[in-house]
Every structure is written in C-alpha cells, then in structure tokens.
C-alpha cells in the first residue's frame, strides 16, 4: 500500500479531484467532505460536521413525514412525491417533534440529497442505534426499484421509509435515523486477501471474549470463510451466542410489549427494565426459542476489528438456514474494535426478528456474514470515544437510549 497522501486534500478546491490510494472503494471521512464541498452530496441546511462518519454519511430527517398506507417502491417510472400523493394518509410536523406509531408506515424526506458522478453510488442502511429499537428505515429513491440502493449517477432527493416495530418512537427534524456509505466502483475482497488480512490483524476473534488478546486462528477462519451457501461468495460467517458465560447468564434482551415512547435523540434517559426483559442461558446447555411476535438483542460469539483501511458490513443469510432476520444496521466503520490496540476486537450485536413460526437458535449456529471493503484511503478520524461513538467496546449491550 502507498503512503497515504490525505494532508495534500485539506488543500485542494472543491472542483479537484480528490488523491487517494486507490481507485476504487468506499469513500473515507475526508472524501466525504471533499463531495460535500463539490456539492455531489447536497442538503437543504448545512451539513454538521459530526454527521461524517469515518466512512459514512449519517442522513438527517427533514420538516414533514408522511403516513402512507403501505410501503412501495417507486418503480422506474415514478418519483417517491408521485407515489405519495396516492399513498398518503396525513402529514405530521416534524419541526417540533411528533410521534412515529409503532407498525405504523411513514415517508419522510431527508434534508440531504445526491449529484452523483459516474462509478459513484451509495448503500443506506439503519444507524445502530435505529436497528437496536427495532426501527425498521430504509432509503429510497426517484424511480428507485431497491430499497437502500443509491445508484451510479442518481441526482435528486432522498427519502427514508420509517416503521417503528417494537415502541413507538418520538423524532424530530435533524433526527439521525439512517447512514450512507459511498462506494467509488464495485470494492471487493477476494477469500484470500481476508485470510492475510487474518494473519496480519486477526480480524475476527473466534471463541475470544471482549478485549482478550487475540489469536490469528487462521484454522479456525478458513473453517468460518467457507461455512457458505454455494451461491454465496464473499465474507466471514458469523454465529450466534446463547451460552454466555454460563447457565443463568444474560444472553440476550427481549422488547416488553405496550411500553412507553422513546425520543430518539434522548440518550441514556430510559431505565432498560420498562423496556425489556433478560433472557437467560438454559441449564440444559441447548438454545432457545425465539417467538416470532418478539424482538431480541443477541451477540455474536466472534469478536471484529475493522482495521483503518476497510469497512465492513454485516449481511443476514436467507431464509434457507433459519426462519428470522439478522441485524438491521449492518455498517462497521474503521476502527470498530481498536484494532490498533491489540486486543481482540469487540462482539458485534445482532438485532434479530423470526418470521411466522417460533424458531429454536442454537449456540454457534450460523446467522449471517461479515464482508469487508477497502476503502480509497485510510481516513483521516476512526470509530471510537474520540469521535463520540456509541459502541466501541460493547459486549450485549442495548442501545444508547437506555442507561447501563
């Protein structure tokens, strides 16, 4: 890899072309500023600089949300405003505040919009903290046929599509929701640069408990690298832990039904027991029943680093190995699990749903994978308490919302 060239960026106009290490990639804290400038990323008011992510944009709510009837995707002929003035109930006033209802379906445009250039796209996913109160948001787009997909060249407005599942949830204009992660091309890691990546950082601690120094068991990895359907052909398989740290242990939480509302943007104002209720290991050492009228926050038994040159996302497997979705917020952003410490990296939190049948989850089983991305350049700030992230050296942990 070339030594970074980011100081010569700070320098440049708005109207250069960026330096970086590579030409394809996700796009780091300072490329994001950089498109910010040029205007390939837009916004109604401008952007606060604590919305840049190490590599990725946090997208904020605009003044007016939309309770339509049903979820809908535009199609390629339609803009989300022509599909809205079929689909809409009522309009609330964010401006001061209003309640999201829970399983209630809302349109909301967001004050950032997009210009992009050829080979520059983005994928949206929930924020962490969205995902932990089971807030279901994903982006879309004018003429849009995918959800969270912002394609190559898209210029015009962005929507967000907002149903509360387990607490109805009070937001605002300029409430964090949902993030963006721009992409320059099409990166990809093959199977073997993550094992070197394994052997060089240790990427994912297998059978580690947080903050343990980590050992490469690069056995271990190639065992989890390719436990993969056949028609899947990147990223780590990541299970499931329902031992904890024994019989009786907490592995899990549970969303109370008929709760009070949560303010979104209220950190550590909410006592966790009116919220949710401990589940424990079992004493006969089996799994447990997930009901599919529930919401959980289970953790992973692997622990992740993302070094300062990638990024990761968090994919759920299909329905073909277990009937539930894994992990709403799939974005980890460099610097997740201090990888330059040394340590063994921090457990990744799994929000998870079982559709239809209740469904029995095994210690160790597989839920889903972890794909990592290069980045164009290492960024110029990383994941951490420097930056005002929320979950850095979590181990199950509920979301920001609820005291510890």
């Known amino acids: 890899m070339t030594e970074s060239r980011e ?23 300072q490329f994001l500023r950089h498109m910010i ?25 605009g003044a007016e ?33 209003a309640v999201l209802e829970k399983d209630c379906v809302y349109i909301i445009p967001l004050l950032e919009g997009v210009s992009f250039k050829k080979r520059v796209s983005a994928l949206a996913n929930p924020k962490s903290s969205t995902g932990r109160l089971d807030v279901f948001a994903r982006v879309i787009v004018d003429r849009g046929t995918e959800f969270d997909r912002i394609p190559e060249r898209y210029s015009g407005p962005l929507y967000v599509e907002v149903c509360p599942r387990a607490f109805s949830v009070k937001v605002r204009k300029g409430s964090r929701l949902v993030q963006m992660r721009v992409k320059r091309g099409s990166p990809s890691l093959s199977d073997k640069a993550l094992r070197e990546l394994q052997r060089e950082v240790g990427i994912i601690g ?47 939480y549970r969303a109370r039904r008929n709760t009070g509302v949560i303010d979104i943007d209220r950190v550590r104002g909410y006592a966790a027991s009116d919220y949710w209720e401990e589940v424990h290991a079992p004493a006969n050492g089996h799994g447990i ?40 917020a799939g974005f980890f952003d460099p610097g997740f699990g201090d990888p330059d410490l040394g340590a063994a990296g921090t457990r990744a939190v799994l929000e998870v749903r079982v559709h239809e049948v209740p469904f029995m989850i095994e210690d160790g089983q597989v839920v889903g994978r972890l794909v990592y991305e290069p980045l164009i350049a290492r960024p110029d ?24």
């Open 37 to 61: 400038e040029a205007k390939e990323i837009t916004a109604l008011e401008e952007i606060d600089p604590g919305q840049v992510q190490p590599a990725s944009l946090d997208l904020r709510l």
């Open 206 to 252: 297998i059978g580690m408990r947080d903050g343990e120094v980590a050992d490469p068991q690069i056995e271990m990895f190639e065992d989890q690298l390719l436990a993969k359907p056949e028609n899947v052909r990147s990223g780590i398989a990541f299970t499931v832990d329902v031992k904890g740290d024994g019989p009786g242990s907490v592995i899990a």
């Open 381 to 404: 700030k990383l994941y951490g308490q420097g930056i005002g992230s929320s979950y850095q050296r979590q181990g199950l942990v509920l979301g920001k919302h609820f005291r510890r």
């Open 289 to 328: 029943v997930l009901d599919p009228h529930d919401f959980y926050i289970l953790a992973s038994k692997e622990t992740v680093r993302i070094p300062a040159g990638y990024a990761a996302e968090m994919l759920a497997y299909d329905t073909l190995v277990g009937e539930f979705r894994v992990h709403y």
């Open 7 to 29: 100081p010569a960026l700070l320098n440049r106009r708005p109207t250069d072309e960026p330096l970086g290490e590579r030409s394809t990639g996700v796009v780091p804290s």
């Open 65 to 97: 949300a939309y309770r339509v009837v049903a979820s809908f995707l535009p199609g390629p002929n339609a803009t989300v405003a022509e599909r809205l003035e079929r689909v809409t109930m009522h309009t609330l006033d964010l401006t001061r505040g």
